[in-house]
């Protein structure tokens, strides 16, 4: 059977029925971004879903940049994370980081009013990079190694839930980031183990990771390449 002629029971399967090859990542634009997308859960699992489909889109040649609220960790985390290793190593995905360590609330010896300020210094910074989103071409390809500042394709907001959860930042807060979020720019919030029942009207996609079982209920330590 020739490829001009697929089988009609194979043609709507990846590769019709042919496995897909992987190609060279060249810089691309997508045809149907534009959505704000929701996870949260008490579920392990949130950021290591919206980096995957971060890298997904990284594939496809589109622009990805994740700024991280609040990713500090604590001493069993270490300083380098294996997705910040992974993210440099693949074109076209970025990433910042503006936590430090400790988690706000756990009484671990972190400092609370630093807890409040780099919640700000994020607030401050998502609005500046979806400004550039917003001046940026998101109909056109961006360069893959292109600063944010010349625009992204997908912006994912790691842990920004959680700080709102903290009261950190205002429910107000995150309206006013999705509010200046530009019509082509896929809109990405993450973190907070309760329902952010306030974002209900304003996302495309509402995705709760919930928490069945988890091996840190009976002690075990965040492990190298799983956590962290």
Known sequence: MS???????VENTPG???????ERIEPAAPEEFGLVQVWWGDGKGKTTATLGMGMRA????YRVHMLQFMKGGASSVDAVRGEYNAIAALPGISYE???????????????????AAQAQAGLD???????????????????????PEAGMH??????????ADRGLLSEDDVH???????????LVLSGSHAEPAYLEDR?????????????????????????F
């Open 97 to 115: 980081n503006l936590g430090h360590y400790g988690w706000h609330g756990m009484e671990d010896g972190s400092d609370e009013e630093d807890h």
């Open 154 to 163: 997908m912006l994912i907001l790691d842990e920004v839930l959680y700080a």
């Open 203 to 227: 996302a495309d996609l509402v995705t709760n990771v919930r928490k069945v079982k988890h091996p840190i209920d009976d002690g075990q330590r965040a492990r190298r390449g799983t956590e």
């Open 16 to 22: 019709q029925g042919r496995t897909p090859e992987p």
């Open 3 to 9: 490829d001009e002629t697929p089988d009609s029971t």
């Open 125 to 147: 910074r998502a609005h500046e990079l979806l400004e550039a989103a917003g001046e940026a071409d998101l109909e056109a390809p961006i360069g893959l190694d292109a600063e």
């Open 58 to 61: 990284a594939g496809h040649g």
């Open 176 to 186: 006013g980031l999705i509010g200046a979020k530009p019509d082509g720019l896929e």
